[in-house]
């Protein structure tokens, strides 16, 4: 009768092990790609993706926030010249001034800037620049694009 325990035992542990392993390692990509956990858009980023349905920015347009409640934004396309657009930050809602262009603001795992359209269709995705970074990667078909993130199409 111990031995048939004991069988029994050791089975329902294991099955317990191996029940627990994939609960054991799930912190371990929040560690190595922590979230933005202050929810900071001041700095510079640039344009990486358009995930919505209207695609008229300019490939490597790069945006400089100075503040994570509004001021002045500069908005730069390669090989053009910058523009500066008043912004406000209320909560999680982006909203450039002049256009009344809304973007709700969140990041991604990978500390990605993600400005999802509430009043247009753009879903864009910004990743933090590296200063002395000189964006050479165009998206192809997007060569013609001279729009940026804070006008209307």
Do not use: H
Not at 85 to 100: H, I, K, M, P, W
Request: proline residues 5%; negative net charge; hydrophobic residues 30%.
């Amino acid at each position: 009768m111990k031995k048939i325990t004991n069988v029994v035992t050791i089975r329902i542990i294991t099955i317990l092990m191996l029940i627990s392993l994939p609960f054991l390692g799930s912190d371990c990509e929040e560690i190595l790609n922590p979230v933005n956990p202050t929810g900071q858009i001041q700095g510079s980023w640039t344009y990486v993706y358009n995930a919505g349905t209207i695609r008229d920015i300019c490939p490597g347009e790069t945006v400089s926030f100075p503040s994570n409640s509004g001021g002045t934004a500069t908005l730069k396309c390669p090989e053009q010249n910058p523009i500066d657009r008043n912004y406000s930050v209320s909560g999680s809602t982006l909203t450039y001034t002049a256009s009344n262009m809304q973007y709700a603001i969140s990041f991604t795992q990978s500390n990605e800037l993600v400005l999802s359209g509430t009043n247009n269709s753009r879903i864009l995705y910004y990743a933090r620049t590296i200063t002395d970074n000189t964006i050479s990667n165009l998206q192809q078909g997007d060569n013609n694009s001279i729009n940026n993130s804070s006008e209307i199409k």
